[in-house]
């Protein structure tokens, strides 16, 4: 008994420092990430740019300074958490290179969404204005850049071989970025379909039909086909592909008939003013998802699924 504690001991010290030095890193660089970023945001001329630079002149202009440092601070937080749990991740023996990997996918993908943020951010009001939603606008951001921040900041990016399963490490990887892809373009899908909808304009009183409450939904199962059809081309089984596929051909088809049911809305713009097509978007859709099981030819095209990232075949 005395010889299996002291086998043990040293092993479960050794994940308690790991622990405490992933803990240590992620919050070091998260705080000097977000000093770094106000810095830039609020002293630019301390690192040689101009003291107002058009792009900043112009993320006031839309009283976007608050999304604009969230913004800054995860695009520096991806980074900075690389280099601060790189030590860490070469301690606990992880893959080095496919951690920067992702990390780099994770860099465009802030990118991406800081483009598609300031596209879109004009749908919301700014903190002072009408009904002040400013700040649901900022707390989505937030939200869209959590997974990609967390990520790098925790070393997550870093996976151990072997995996704790008994996973290789290219079925790690692959499991892992069919997750990420799953995710981020689920988000980018809903992004599309509220640009779409807001530059809808035949006719535009029905644009709204194109967003709220349609068109997110949509837009999002339209993404997320896309990001279950990446993650089956990710899997090596053919049982777990041919799966993962029919999955994602059924997301695909309830995308579509969402998209037609929207436009059909829509159409009511022509002779209906906006909040009346508005508030038509809910009952059309409620009608589809409560008619879809209830007929075989309009069930196999409008189908409820629970999203799950793909499990198993990745090895």
Not at 41 to 47: K, N, R, V
Not at 202 to 231: C, D, E
């Amino acid at each position: 008994m005395t010889t299996a504690r002291s086998g043990a001991e040293p092993a479960e010290a050794h994940v308690k420092r790991v622990k405490a030095l992933r803990i240590t890193a992620g919050t070091a660089a998260g705080v000097a990430s977000l000093a770094l970023a106000l810095a830039l945001t609020l002293a630019p001329e301390s690192f040689g740019l101009p003291s107002s630079p058009a792009l900043y002149e112009e993320v006031r202009a839309e009283d976007r300074g608050l999304e604009g440092v969230v913004v800054a601070w995860a695009l520096l937080a991806v980074p900075v958490g690389g280099l601060l749990q790189t030590p860490v991740a070469r301690w606990r023996g992880a893959r080095i290179g496919a951690g920067w990997a992702l990390l780099a996918g994770y860099w465009l993908y802030v990118l991406l969404v800081a483009v598609a943020a300031w596209q879109v951010q004009g749908l919301f009001p700014s903190h002072d204005g009408p009904g002040k939603s400013g700040g649901l606008f900022g707390a989505l951001t937030a939200l869209a850049l959590a997974t990609p921040v967390c990520a790098a900041c925790s070393g997550a990016v870093f996976r151990p071989v072997p995996g704790e399963h008994g996973d290789t490490l290219g079925g790690q990887i692959r499991g892992h970025l069919a997750t990420v892809a799953l995710l981020s373009w689920s988000f980018n899908g809903v992004f599309v379909s509220v640009l779409i909808g807001r530059n809808f304009a035949f006719p535009r009183a029905g644009s709204f039909a194109m967003f709220l409450p349609g068109g997110l939904l949509w837009g999002f199962h339209a993404g997320a086909a896309l990001g279950v059809l990446i993650g089956a081309r990710l899997q090596r089984a053919p049982e777990a592909r041919a799966a993962t596929t029919d999955v994602a051909a059924s997301l695909a088809r309830t995308a579509t008939a969402l998209l037609l049911c929207c436009l059909c809305v829509a159409q009511l713009g022509w002779f209906l003013p906006a909040w009346v097509v508005a508030l038509g978007g809910f009952p059309a859709l409620i009608a589809l998802f409560t008619l879809g099981p209830r007929s075989k030819r309009l069930g196999r095209w409008v189908e409820f699924r629970t999203l799950e990232p793909p499990k198993g075949g990745f090895d």
